[in-house]
């Protein structure tokens, strides 16, 4: 590895819990234990063992099956024949259905948990880990997830569909397909693989394949849980929270422990943590005095009982549910999530009590920071920290003025003459008749702004003989921070493949990743 880090604390932009949760022993009482190394994975490994069924198991790999086994690549088929086997776990992240599987914080995600149960084989040889994308198929919030940035452009999935993004057919998708096809066209590179793939019945189906074919190599299995037979496993889960309000209090009871600590908590809890799928839409599930209510609908127990044996696909667990679902059909040891993702977790300890259900260790994705050739070329010539760039980009400019023209740009022995001169004339000015006190004052400010103009020109004529130098700034700043975000939560990782030849990159970045990595990773993508 050539990688360097900068820590998280030193760029002032990741959230004060982000930076704190890089020690987890700082937040051991809402964990399992505390993910420190390897070890913690084989222990994990054990006790899920004594509670994830052989049924549940077989359910799982013969739905996996019918998802991806008609393009599943040589490394995939053998990570689901190697996971009928007991002692094989999977090591998860997931993510919403982002257009054309961006940003890039996405396969970071993905390639942290490739690494860590990369690591986690080499280190024993009781059990095995197989890396999981699972999909947040389920999630409504379109807005969210239809852009992406792409060379200099936004591109967007136009859709007045509404309900589960998972569940969206793909009529409208054409527009935005065409533009992210244009920008390969004529280039003979794997990104036709993925150009290539076929419409689908809904966008669930798409991205599955699209994220299962980019992750090809290195055997990922991503999973699209919006499933009957998947549900079904969920089905006690689905009841008992039906009949009462134990996760709402659970989680209210952490949220005060997590408050006593100095932090917010990231998500809040409802008297029904579910949904229902109806027609396109996602319909909260409401108690009421005599019953359940479903769109102003009223649902007896017994009647919400029937429904939910007879339907468990139509049932849909929100952010306080959903990751009980997951380790409910998973086999899973870990979920590697962002900081977001972390914020919630730590709410859920006692939810997963409540349900039953063991509680997986949790990890913080890797973060990093991309150099590419065209951003060293430009910082390599100014000789600047790579840490140094995450300040404002006018701040940059003027930094960078300082150092090169500080003595042009010193006006401060000016301003002290003009201070001693305003003094001097206000004084002169009551000495001779008070009211002329106020005519003083209105040409100092006359003078005042003449003088600002003077430095404004200076500036300006000082940016010019160095104009150069401040476009190469704004475009290293644009690089690092764009919009004023994080690199990894603005660009489109094809923006670091520009050919489609994404392997490549995959491959360079999975080689540096460190999964116990806590602060941002620089990767110099011209090395190695």
Known sequence: MSHSTIARDKINRFSSFSQAFGNQSTFEQFLTAPLISILDLHTQAKKKKEVYSSATRENLVSTWNQQIGSYASKSQLENL???????????????????????????????????????????????????????????????????????????????AQAGPVGRFNMADFGDVYAQFKAFFD?????????????????????????????????????????AKDLKREFVPVILREISSNLANHAVLNTNKLIESLGYKPQAQARDCNLFYLKSGERLRIEPVETGLAIDGKVYSQEEMIELVNREPENFSPNVILRPVYQETILPNLVYVGGGG??????????????????????????????????????????????????????????????????????????????????????????????????????????????????????????????????????????RIIPENSLQERHFHWLQFAPSGAYKELLNHIHAEIDPFEAELIVIDLTKG
Do not use: C
């Open 341 to 478: 993702e972390m914020a919630y977790w730590i709410q859920l300890k006692g939810v997963f009590h409540v349900h039953h259900t063991l509680f997986p260790l949790i990890q913080q994705r890797v973060s990093i920071q991309l150099l590419d050739g065209a951003l060293k070329k430009r910082m390599d010539k100014l000789a600047w920290s790579v840490e140094r760039y995450f300040e404002p980009k006018e701040a940059l400019k003027k930094l960078f003025l300082k150092e090169n023209e500080g003595d042009d740009l010193d006006l401060s022995a000016l301003y002290t003459t003009f201070t001693a001169l305003r003094n001097s004339m206000i004084e002169k000015a009551k000495s001779i008749e008070a009211t002329l006190e106020s005519y003083a004052e209105a040409e100092v400010v006359r003078m005042k702004k003449q003088l600002e103009a003077f430095e404004q020109r200076l500036v300006k004529q000082l940016k010019q003989r160095h104009e150069q130098t401040l476009q190469s700034i704004e475009f290293i700043s644009d």
């Open 186 to 226: 004529g280039k003979e590179t794997e990104i036709n693989e993925l150009i290539a793939i076929s419409e689908k019945t809904d966008y669930a189906s798409y991205l599955q394949e699209f994220i299962s074919r980019l992750f090809a190599d290195f055997g990922v299995l991503v999973l699209q849980p919006d």
């Open 81 to 159: 024949k190697i996971l009928e086997n007991e002692n094989t776990f999977t090591i998860t992240t997931g993510h919403q259905l982002t257009l054309f599987a961006g940003p890039l914080y996405l396969i970071y995600k993905v390639l942290h948990v490739i690494r860590l149960s990369e690591e986690f084989n080499k280190s024993q040889t009781d059990f095995k880990a197989v890396p999981v994308f699972w999909m947040a198929s389920e999630d409504h919030d379109f807005d969210e997830v239809k852009s992406a940035h792409l060379f200099n452009q936004k591109l967007t999935w136009e859709s």
